[in-house]
């Protein structure tokens, strides 16, 4: 029930409070460059999703087993404890790339049309940011965490990568919807193409700060606050002691 | 014979050009645009003289900046960009008038003059004016300044009528709910002897103006209605589930800038889906959000930026709401 909780605060998070494109301002590349067309759009979401939750299982299987101080597959090999987290970002770019290669292959054979209209930016899903953003943050919470009931596991990673491409998923669906209608606004010359997207993309972040403090709201209903509990009575002795 | 040979290509020259515009798209010839912004004026006058009444001077000094504010960077733009001037329909003084009726009174002359400035400088201009904008400018304004200024967008004293000093301070009645667990009374609350926005103390005078706009057929009644519906239900299930006999659904309804923001702000023609399901969808899209940022964030009031993001959706809702005509979809037609 704890986990579920845990996990149910880090979607939130990492979908709308933290969303990584309006928030972080990571993966603006694909956000300004493939949200011309609502289709197109949709399937960038979709890919970065797919590509951002493989990143992170094997980034988080790396990170866990092998990179952070103490990892047992290090230990094990070498009989002392190694620290070889100055490896993790080299890591990480290997493993996102592959994981790009790989839904390029799946795309291509499957949606050829899909394929032809991401053009570049499909490859370009190795350099964005949001994937490299997602692993780093997974690292964070991994890597290097002194109380070991504080590291996360499989589950807690996965859900901040899955629920982190929803997020970039839905940022860039309402961003192709908003440009589709642009299409038809008169412009000025100097602002057309990325320059008005720009400022939809800065009132859009705006409009998301609206979510600031959702996830401390739901903690406060959903965990009955063990700490509020525990305060309860020292609180009841204060009392006494103003009466008294 | 028009149709002689060696003049083929003058009708197509000649034939008229039909230019597509986005919405709204006006048909009746009395449904302009002034027409529509002098309505709105008309509907908000009720808030004015409340507003009036309960923050005094404060009051008139932020409407004149605001209003002036934007009448004149409307001008300016639209003279830099070199387009027809566009400030005679209207619209820069309604959007002046509901920015300044979201401030709190005691905001400083340059909040509002920036805010005022961004609104419809970002807000509109960018987009090319009337028509074109995709989120309301007044709210992009307000939004602008809350995030510059946030100390100063809090609202911290009126002129209260049931006391006789100058000036009273006290939190807003949704920042007591969400600080310190207060309630405040119904009464207070639909006469507006609180303390809030400008614009936003006295849910009576937003009702009156609210259905002065909606009976006019100015704005439709789709969307504070979708609004209402939305933050009564959620409001009537969370009472249900926990009951605080100083914070009831008709608290919620009444208090902060739900009313203003549902019958004024959100009805905005351009910024709002033009299906009727749409429009409700978009209602009870604002009243949703404005319950889960009233419920769980860290903010007491959301209608601003419930309306913006719900702005954000409307091109998305109207796609998803296309009518369809009679006898089925055109793409599904039978031969």
């Known amino acids: 029930m ?9 979607a939130v998070g990492a979908a709308l409070i933290n969303n990584f494109v309006l928030h972080y301002f990571v993966g603006l590349c694909p956000f300004m460059g493939v949200s011309r067309r609502l289709d197109t759009a949709t399937g960038m979401g979709f890919a970065v999703t797919f590509v951002i939750s ?66 570049v930016y499909l490859p370009l899903i190795t350099t964005n940011c949001a994937i490299l953003f997602a692993c780093l943050e997974i690292m964070k919470h991994v890597s290097g965490v002194e109380d070991p009931a504080r590291v996360w596991g499989l589950p807690q990673a996965l859900t901040l990568a899955f629920f982190a491409g929803i997020g970039f998923t839905i940022a860039i669906v309402i961003m192709a919807g ?35 403090g959702v996830d401390r709201g739901l903690e406060k209903i959903l965990k009955p606050a063990p700490s509020r509990h525990a305060a309860s009575p020292s609180a009841r002795i204060h009392s006494r002691g103003g009466e008294q | 014979m028009n149709n002689a040979p060696g003049k083929e290509n003058t009708p197509l020259a000649q034939a008229p050009t039909l230019s597509v515009g986005p919405s709204p798209h006006m048909v009746s010839r009395d449904l302009s ?47 830099l960009l070199r387009r027809p001037p566009t400030i005679q329909d209207g619209s820069a003084v309604v959007t002046g008038l509901i920015f300044a009726l979201s401030l709190p009174g005691t905001a400083p002359w340059y909040v509002n003059l920036i805010g005022a400035a961004a609104g419809i400088f970002l807000g509109k201009v960018v987009f090319g004016g009337l028509g074109q904008n995709i989120f309301n400018p007044a709210m992009v304004g307000r939004a602008f300044v809350m995030i510059a200024f946030p100390a100063a967008m809090g609202a911290s004293g009126y002129v209260s009528q049931s006391t006789g000093v100058d000036i009273l301070t006290s939190a807003t009645p949704l920042t007591a709910l969400k600080q310190m667990g207060q309630g405040t009374s119904l009464m207070h609350l639909l006469m507006g002897d609180t303390n809030g926005s400008l614009g936003e103390t006295s849910a009576l005078a937003c009702l009156v103006g609210g259905f002065y706009l909606c009976a006019r057929g100015t704005a439709s009644w789709r969307i504070p209605a979708g609004v209402l519906l939305a933050v009564t239900i959620i409001s009537s299930a969370a009472y249900l589930i926990h009951p605080t006999p100083h914070w009831t659904p008709l608290h919620h309804l009444s208090a902060g800038a739900l009313l203003l923001g549902a019958f004024f702000i959100a ?19 604002i009243g949703t959000l404005v ?11 959301g209608v601003m930026f419930s309306v913006l993001l719900m702005n954000s959706a409307a091109p998305l809702v109207d796609r998803l709401t296309v009518p369809l005509p009679l006898g089925g979809s055109p793409g599904k037609r039978k031969p």
């Open chain 2, 33 to 79: 645009t002034r027409r529509m912004m002098a309505d709105v004026i008309i509907a908000l006058l009720p808030v004015i003289v409340v507003s009036f009444y309960i923050f005094r001077w404060f009051a008139i000094y932020h409407l004149l900046l605001a209003v002036i504010t934007c009448v004149s960077v409307e001008a300016l733009s639209m003279r």
């Open chain 1, 54 to 119: 493989v990143a992170s299982f094997l980034s988080w299987t790396l990170t866990y087993f092998v990179l952070r101080p103490g990892a047992p597959l290090t230990t094990w090999l070498l009989h002392r404890e190694v620290d070889l987290s100055i490896l993790n970002y080299i890591v990480y770019i290997f493993v996102i790339a592959s994981s790009v290669q790989f839904v390029e292959m799946y795309v291509r054979r499957f949606f050829p049309n899909l394929h032809r209209s991401f053009g």
């Open chain 1, 178 to 212: 908003i440009r589709e209608q642009l299409d038809v606004a008169d412009v000025p010359r100097a602002l057309q193409g990325a320059g008005i997207a720009f400022v939809v993309a800065g009132i859009l972040a705006m409009a998301f700060t609206g979510f600031t």
């Open chain 1, 2 to 10: 704890d986990l579920l909780v845990t996990l149910l605060l880090i």
């Open chain 2, 267 to 285: 009805t905005d023609p351009v910024t709002s889906p033009v299906t009727r399901k749409g429009r409700w969808t978009f209602g009870i899209g």
């Open chain 2, 291 to 301: 319950m889960l940022i009233r419920y769980l964030s860290g903010y007491p009031e």
